[in-house]
């Protein structure tokens, strides 16, 4: 009727390879007028919190999914009428003849599309949706089939066999690839449940799926991976009658279980930033060798140095930032860098090499609400104090905010984690994937120490350095974590050291 058309922004891969990303809030509501660049929502990845732009101007349709929901990467989440593009059916209002029609459309002007998002095909195959053979239960659970598909705009990468003529020949193309032991359908899932699915060595075709139209969930995957008594029946429906007997007794003592735990166990779906802090750090606990040294310090002319510098801000270039002792233990780490430029370093994997790097990226293990992040300083190597004061205030300041972006985390070389600031004493990091080394610092506390030939209350603290031992050898770890001990109990070695 008007010449206004229903575009469907799909959600993108902000994060370099990530395959889905949770709505945390919507800006816009049905009816609002967006324009070309305009944010329309927050989304939460494995890596970070980020605002999506939407890419055209029109009028807000719909919102496919409320806030706190993951979606898959290439999945549309609002639909928009756009003013002057080339109307084929404005509104969707008709959901049969869409189905009937679903097996002979043609993507209309996806010619210009490329695959640069993890979830868009192919252009042909990123709007065609694909026939399905007609179930042998009651027909109308094939639309149902459509509609998911269609709403996903994710293909299964299924063989060519079941996206061949749309009419549905009973059987005579039994391709083994598409069927399996339900009516000869594949099971619905989506790709990342899939790929679950194929992790967990769990076989789709013996899952009972729970979700809408007949979709396997997250959930009934892990149900089905899980060694409990009540899957036994579902993955073995041809067992004698004699086992339904056994079953049914077995089923009973879960279902006060459950409800009992309800009441004494909270569960907190693993995603966003914990999700991928924790798939990183088991793949750094088991692919690099870790060493952890420590070395305990007095740092009491550092904790004067810092009371001296907040004291006169301005006479240091210092004014309007941030001091504290991390500012002072950074640049003792950087010296440190500095004078053993080896410690420095990646373990290249595929070409079998040691990668030194000439420039230093560090980086602040951050705690925030949705987890561990761990941003670093570009270059910190060649910043001043008062520069580096300066990033160090900002990169905690965005972290806390959580608007930290996934190129602020990408590329760190060694990292601190200040463990300090909880009133812990020490601990033995965990590398983060990719670095040389992790340096931990512990609290500074007034402790006995011997000075000068005469016990005094001193400021003490403990500093523990764990490093890659495919890249770092103990003396050279040794000689690192000693510099950085020896800067902060005389910190006028900045001076001639930096």
């Known amino acids: 009727m008007t010449d206004a058309s229903v575009r469907e ?16 809030k919507w800006y816009v509501q049905p009816g609002d007028t967006v324009s070309d660049g305009q944010v329309v929502c927050e989304v939460e990845t494995a ?38 593009a080339a109307a084929e059916q404005a509104p969707v209002p008709q959901e049969a003849p869409r189905a009937a029609a679903a097996a002979a459309e043609e993507p209309a002007a996806p010619s210009v599309r490329t695959p640069v998002l993890v979830g868009y095909g192919v252009a042909e195959s990123a709007t065609r949706r694909r026939p399905r053979k007609p179930r042998p239960g009651p027909p109308p659970a094939a ?24 009419a549905p020949a009973p059987a005579a193309e039994p391709e083994p690839p598409a069927l399996d032991g339900h009516g000869g359908r594949r099971p619905l899932a989506k ?113 004067k ?72 300083i570009k270059d910190a190597h060649a910043q001043t104090l008062p520069q580096l004061a300066a990033s160090l205030g900002e990169l905690v300041a965005t972290a806390r905010e959580g608007k930290t972006s996934p190129a602020a985390m990408q590329g760190g070389t060694v990292t601190i ?5 909880f009133g812990v004493d020490t601990g033995t990091p965990l590398l983060n994937p990719g670095e040389s080394a992790i340096l931990a610092v512990g609290a500074i506390k007034l402790q006995p120490w011997v000075h000068k030939g005469k016990v005094k209350p001193r400021q003490v603290t403990t500093l523990a350095l764990s490093f890659d031992h495919r890249l770092v050898d103990g003396e050279l ?22």
């Open 191 to 303: 790709p990342p449940v899939r790929k679950l699915a194929r992790d967990l060595g769990v076989d789709l075709a013996a899952v009972t799926p729970s979700g809408p139209d007949g979709v396997i969930t997250r959930e009934d995957v892990h149900k089905a991976a899980a060694p409990t008594p009540v899957e036994a029946p579902t993955s073995a429906p041809a067992a004698p009658q004699a086992t339904a007997p056994q079953a049914t007794p077995q089923a009973a003592p879960p279902a006060p279980a459950v409800s009992y735990d309800a009441a004494r166990e909270t569960r907190v779906p693993v995603k966003g930033v914990r999700k991928a802090t924790a798939a990183a750090m088991v793949g750094s606990a088991f692919t690099a060798p870790h060493v952890t040294e420590f070395v305990t310090v007095d740092v009491t002319r550092t904790m």
């Open 47 to 84: 890596k970070a919190a980020v605002e999506l732009p939407i890419p055209y101007d029109g009028v807000v349709r719909e919102l496919r999914f409320p806030e706190g929901t993951t979606v898959d990467v290439g999945t549309p989440i609002i639909a928009v009428a756009v003013a002057g």
């Open 477 to 498: 770890g040794s000689k690192v974590l000693a510099d950085v001990a020896a800067v902060l109990e005389r910190p006028k070695r900045l001076i001639t050291w930096g």
């Open 9 to 24: 922004f799909k959600m993108p891969d902000v994060g370099e390879g990530l395959t889905e990303a949770e709505i945390l």
């Open 417 to 421: 984690t200040n463990v300090g600031v």
């Open 305 to 376: 140095l810092v009371e001296e510098l907040k004291a006169s801000p301005a006479e240091y270039g210092l004014e309007g930032l941030r001091v504290n002792p991390l500012l002072l233990i950074a640049k003792a780490l950087l010296v440190a860098v500095r004078r053993h430029p080896e410690i420095n370093a990646s373990w290249d994997e595929a070409n079998q090499e040691i990668v030194v790097k000439h420039y230093v990226n560090l980086g602040i293990a951050a705690a925030t609400p949705r987890g561990l992040i761990v941003p670093n």
């Open 143 to 166: 639309p149902a089939e459509e509609t998911l598909y269609a709403a996903t705009a994710l293909r299964d990468a299924v063989p060519g066999p079941e996206a061949g003529q749309p």
